[in-house]
Each structure stands twice: as C-alpha cells, then as structure tokens.
C-alpha cells in the first residue's frame, strides 16, 4: 500500500487514527499485509491482551475500541503495522479484506529495553 493511500484511509475521526496519521507524516514505518484473516481470530487475542495489561495499569489508545469494531466488522481483515519514528509506539491498524477502507486502529507502547544496572 502506498504511503499516501495510507494516509487517506487513516483520516478518520477517533484519536488512534489521528496519532497514527500524526506518525506516519513525522516518518515512521509501515507493512500492510496483503493476506486476510477471520476479524475475530484477532478481536479475541487483542481481548485478552487488554485484559492483561489493564491488570498491569496500562490503557493502550484505542484497543478496546478496536476490538469492539472487529468483532461489528465480522469479515475477513488485512492487518498492518505502523512503526513511529522515535520507536516509542506501534499503531495496529486493519481494513477490509480489500483494502479499502479502514475498520480499526490501536496505539501500543513499545517495550524499552532496561539495563540491567
């Protein structure tokens, strides 16, 4: 997919769209899979994975949103990966199964790696 394509389908309304287009117009990095994937093979795993983290104190941007619209969506997604310049967040974002349009966005902090002094 193209960065400018990318762009247009992230113009949507909710915060992790716009921190995801804010990124990709500083410079981060994008993949775009070209394979689809029953929407709640990932609604689940992305589920527990909230729970788990809401357990450790963390609230990611929009993940619980995006569960929710995957699990609305109920057809196949293409997923894809938004990487921010200054590696502090991953942005998931899926389509539909052609690309079209976007159906949900979620930011995640990336882990710091700790020294171990």
């Known amino acids: 997919m193209e960065r400018h394509s990318l762009e247009k389908l992230l113009a949507g309304d909710d915060e992790a769209s716009a921190a995801a287009l804010a990124a990709l117009r500083s410079g981060a990095t994008y993949r775009v899979w070209d394979t689809t994937h029953p929407t709640e093979q990932h609604a689940g795993i992305f589920a527990r994975r909230l729970r788990r983290m809401r357990l450790h104190g963390v609230e990611p941007l929009g993940l619980e949103r995006m569960?929710?619209?995957?699990?609305?969506?109920?057809?196949p997604v293409r997923g894809g990966l938004i990487d921010s310049a200054d590696q502090q967040w991953?942005?998931?974002?899926?389509?539909?199964?052609?690309?079209s349009a976007l159906v949900a966005c979620a930011r995640l902090q990336r882990r710091v790696e700790r020294s171990p002094l």
């Open 67 to 75: 569960v929710r619209l995957l699990r609305e969506h109920g057809r």
């Open 90 to 99: 991953t942005f998931l974002i899926y389509f539909t199964e052609d690309g």
